[in-house]
């Protein structure tokens, strides 16, 4: 059969392929390491945000049928 691929060719293709899969987990990893790092550093920074949230629960407009309940539910995050 002509239209047959040789045996080297699909050898050289899955060293191929399995070198650049070992590159590629190591640039990932690299990149990975990269971003612990940098978040490492940001979370040691001093925050000085503050913020003030509100809750409240409000009773439902209509009288509902017994064996139901429902209501209201506000957050405000100021």
């Known amino acids: 059969m002509e239209?047959?691929?040789s045996n080297?060719?699909?050898v050289v293709l899955v060293i191929l392929t399995v070198i650049i899969s070992i590159l590629s987990?190591?640039?990932v990893m690299g990149e990975?390491?990269?971003l612990e790092l940098q978040s490492a550093r940001q979370s040691s920074k001093?925050?000085?945000n503050s913020g003030k949230v509100t809750?409240?629960?409000s009773e439902?407009?209509?009288?509902l049928p017994p064996m139901s309940a429902t209501g209201q539910v506000?957050?405000?995050i100021v």
Not at 60 to 63: G, M, R, S
Request: glycine fraction near 4%.
């Open 46 to 48: 001093v925050s000085s």
């Open 25 to 27: 987990t190591f640039v």
């Open 3 to 5: 239209g047959d691929v």
């Open 32 to 34: 990975v390491s990269n």
């Open 55 to 57: 809750f409240a629960i």
């Open 8 to 10: 080297k060719t699909i």
């Open 60 to 63: 439902p407009v209509e009288p």
């Open 74 to 76: 506000v957050f405000r």
